[in-house]
């Protein structure tokens, strides 16, 4: 089956268009999309830092462009992913009535890390830290998806 997911951060441009660079190059049979609470960046490619520290990995971020969150994602996919506590309530803010799409934490996808969120790189200048954390909960995800 395919499922739709859908990657959520602050910005749009560090974190979640990189869990979707990984996603979409492990497990292309699905289809994902990444998105911002915020709107700051919208348009823009990912942040030139975690390009470049996703290109080393073999990973082209380049065609990603940022966009907004919206209510409207909770009926355009199966399953929407949050990096940390803040995106959860966030993205909680805008569920329609009735809506059920299920919210996690992408660390919910690697509980052999101990990480409770995905420090956002943006300000801990860690990308390849934050690529470690995603890459992991990816595959997590990924069997998850297909078991
Ligand atoms: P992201 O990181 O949420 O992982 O995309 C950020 C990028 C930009 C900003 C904050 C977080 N900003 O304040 O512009």
Do not use: K
């Not at 190059?25 to 609470?37: E, I, N």
């Not at 030139?48 to 082209?60: E, F, H, I, V």
């Not at 940022?66 to 909770?74: P, V």
């Amino acid at each position: 089956m395919t499922h739709r997911i859908l990657f959520v951060c602050l910005g749009n441009i560090c974190r979640s268009p990189a869990a979707e660079g990984v996603f979409r190059a492990r497990a292309p049979h699905h289809s994902s999309d990444s998105a911002g609470t915020m709107g700051w960046h919208a348009g823009n490619p990912p942040y030139g830092p975690m390009q470049s520290a996703a290109r080393s990995r073999g990973l082209d971020l380049s065609d990603l462009r940022a966009r907004q969150f919206t209510a409207a994602d909770f009926n355009r996919f199966d399953l929407i992913i949050g990096m940390d506590d803040t995106n959860i309530a966030d993205i909680e803010s805008l569920r329609p009535p009735g809506n059920e799409t299920p919210v996690r934490l992408l660390t919910d996808f690697a509980p052999e890390t101990g990480a409770n969120h995905v420090p956002d790189p943006y300000y801990t200048r860690d990308f390849d830290g934050a690529l470690d954390l995603i890459e992991a909960a990816i595959d997590g995800l990924s069997s998850h998806l297909d078991r």
